[in-house]
């Protein structure tokens, strides 16, 4: 974590009260952000994310598995996060774990809702192939490359890019096969399924300094929170999951307040990444 | 400060690569054989005899670099002296560093060297400015002066035995307040005359440390010694107690105003914009740049936008020739 001096934490806390930080941000105001998309070629869909110094990389693969026994109707998806060790200093060996965890817990909350599956930030009932036997199992993998801040944002937004990015092959059912055994299946090599991805939400993190508080924070700012907020909101405009962190306790009227806030925000960083992913497909196939 | 890799659109690409070239063109005709690659042959008079340095090899009589970045001599020395590396230091260059720990009589620095520097309690003024012998008193308020995390100015001192050592004997060395802290590859920063700059216009101070630690802040006076024994008297008596007590509306009201946190801002943008583009940052480029946001009108966040920075590039390489042709 980033040692500061007393003066330097002043500095960083007035800017931030007077709404303008270190680097001539106002407290809403994002980073440069940066798409690339298809940077990883065995997978199925990858993209590598940069908010300023904040550099992450999020994949996703898809294999053919058996729904789960509680949603025969829906397939599965995880997400794993890694941190790599040249990022901080402080990842080294096994310091980035806790952290990886943290954020895959919080995206998994934001991206994939309950146990139901209802509320998923992708329509799990698409990844069905035979109802009951045969589905596909996602697996979205994000990696930090370089840490200055605001991770779980760059990750959700990773990850959203990445599945646009997925092809899932097309699958052929073999008819005549009896309803008792395991259907055979072929799967093409030319043909691929484009997600929808309208529905997947983006993250909005709020972090607290001093009575205000701010998106998009950098290492240095985030050593100055009392508390953040991360809040994934999807196109419509829904709450697609919360999640805080800080040790600092929270009025609710504030929560509140970061709500709307968010909910403001993310209609600009939507825009924003839809425009990115787009150009950055366009890029990709030239 | 990590590397920021700009997010160029097809135009600016175009434009940055020629604007690049045309930088390269300008240095290629004087330095032409300086900057080498591994495996990179360095032409050599062997009739005078060479003394193969660091980062040289022999092969098959050939002196070929082991390294990248740029061949030196010295006499019949050749070695060759890396780029991205960590800083190394020189006697009586002023650097910046951060206090990691508070030992017995000195302070340790990181200046972004191998090892920490040390500097001794004897090599610095006491904050009454006096010129006395140091007592034990003075040991246990060592942390009274400064303490973990604080950013420090002073100057290379040199090698002891137990290290690098620094100095801050003059007025101008000492603790850094009310501003922000950058950090750059040490190979942009040149060694000059001068590295301490009050820009008046601005009201604001930048020392540029020659570790890539760069300081832009609150423009401090620097009072002199009579007026300063009774300013750190009542400072000594008044501060540190009620340093963790101070409410947040009397914290406001301390707050940097804002048009020179404006300036501050757009100066600290201006070396960041230096350090994405790789070139060197002197005062003279800083402020050229910090004027030609003002003139555009431009936010002081979008200085850190491609646009920008591939307008700054442009820029240099006009500059640049233009003084060619001047000379």
Redesign the interface.
């Given at each position: 974590m980033v040692?500061?001096?007393?003066?330097?934490t002043?500095?960083?806390?007035?800017?931030i009260?007077?709404d303008?930080?270190?680097?001539?941000?106002?407290r809403l105001?994002y980073?440069?952000?940066?798409v690339e998309t298809g940077v990883i070629p065995q997978t199925n869909g990858s993209a590598r994310v940069?908010m300023?110094?904040t550099?992450v990389i999020a994949s996703v693969k898809a294999e053919l598995g058996k729904p789960s026994l509680l949603q025969p109707d829906k397939g599965k998806v995880s997400i794993y996060i890694d941190c790599s060790s040249t990022a901080e200093p402080a990842f080294e060996g096994r310091g980035g774990d806790e952290l990886a965890a943290e954020l895959s817990n919080a995206l998994q909350h934001c991206l994939l809702g309950g146990k139901s599956g209802e509320g998923a930030g992708i329509d799990l009932s698409s990844l069905i192939v035979v109802e009951g036997k045969i589905c596909w199992d996602l697996y979205i993998d994000g990696l930090v490359v370089?840490s200055?801040g605001n991770l779980l944002d760059a990750l959700g937004a990773a990850i959203k890019a990445a599945l646009s990015n997925t092809g899932i092959p097309r699958v052929e059912v073999a008819a005549g096969t009896s309803n008792d055994e395991h259907p055979e299946v072929d799967v093409s090599d030319e043909e691929f399924l484009q997600f929808d991805t309208s529905r997947v939400p983006v993250i909005v993190t709020l972090t607290k300094v001093?009575?205000h508080y701010i998106v998009d924070a950098t290492s240095e700012e985030e050593s100055q929170m009392s508390s953040g907020v991360s809040i994934s909101v999807n196109r419509q405009g829904h709450i697609c999951g919360i999640t805080k962190r800080g040790g600092v306790g929270l009025d609710p009227s504030i929560i509140l307040d970061m709500i709307s806030v968010a909910k403001h925000v993310s209609e600009q960083l939507i825009n924003k990444l839809d425009s990115e992913i787009a150009s950055a497909e366009a890029d990709e196939e030239s | 400060?990590?590397?920021?890799?700009l997010?160029l659109s097809q135009t600016q690409k175009v434009r940055l690569q020629k604007a690049l070239e045309q930088l390269e063109s300008l240095s290629t005709k004087v330095n032409s054989d300086a900057s080498v690659i591994i495996a990179d042959s360095i032409h050599v008079n062997h009739e005078d005899g060479v003394l193969k340095g660091h980062g040289t090899a022999d092969l098959n009589g050939e002196v070929v670099a082991t390294l990248c970045g740029v061949v030196e001599r010295v006499n019949k020395l050749v070695y060759v002296r890396a780029l991205r590396s960590r800083y190394k230091p020189e006697v009586g260059d002023i650097v910046i560093g951060?206090v990691?720990e508070v030992a017995q009589k000195r302070w340790r620095l990181e200046i972004n060297y191998n090892q920490d520097a040390v500097l001794l309690l004897s090599s610095m003024n006491m904050p009454d400015g006096v010129q006395r012998r140091r007592t034990a008193v003075d040991e246990l308020n060592m942390r009274c002066i400064f303490e973990?995390?604080?950013?420090v100015c002073a100057e290379v001192r040199g090698f002891q035995h137990d290290g690098l050592h620094l100095q801050a004997r003059s007025r101008k060395y000492g603790?850094?307040?009310?501003?922000?802290?950058l950090t750059v590859p040490p190979y942009l920063v040149k060694r000059q005359k001068q590295h301490f700059h009050h820009l008046e216009e601005f009201g604001i101070d930048l020392i540029l440390g020659c570790n890539g630690f760069i300081w832009v802040?609150e423009h401090v006076e620097a009072k002199d010694d009579m007026i300063e024994d009774q300013v750190s008297q009542s400072d000594s008596q008044v501060l540190f107690p009620n340093?963790n007590c101070v409410s947040?509306e009397e914290?406001?009201k301390?707050?940097?105003i804002?048009e020179t946190?404006?300036y501050i801002?757009?100066a600290?943008?201006a070396v960041?914009v230096l350090s994405t583009l790789g070139f060197n940052i002197t005062l003279e480029i800083i402020k050229g740049i910090i004027d030609l946001s003002l003139s555009m009108n431009l936010?002081?966040?979008d200085?850190?936008?491609?646009e920008f920075c591939v307008l700054v590039a442009e820029k240099e390489a006009e500059r640049r020739s233009s003084m060619k042709k001047r000379r």
């Open positions: 040692g500061l001096s007393l003066g330097e002043h500095f960083i806390q007035g800017g009260a007077q303008l930080r270190c680097d001539g941000r106002k105001t980073r440069p952000i940066s940069r300023g110094a550099d370089s200055d001093g009575r | 400060m990590r590397e920021i890799q997010p951060r990691v973990e995390n604080d950013v603790k850094l307040n009310r501003g922000q802290l802040g340093k947040l914290q406001e301390n707050y940097t804002l946190r404006k801002s757009r600290a943008n960041r936010d002081i966040h200085m850190l936008g491609s």
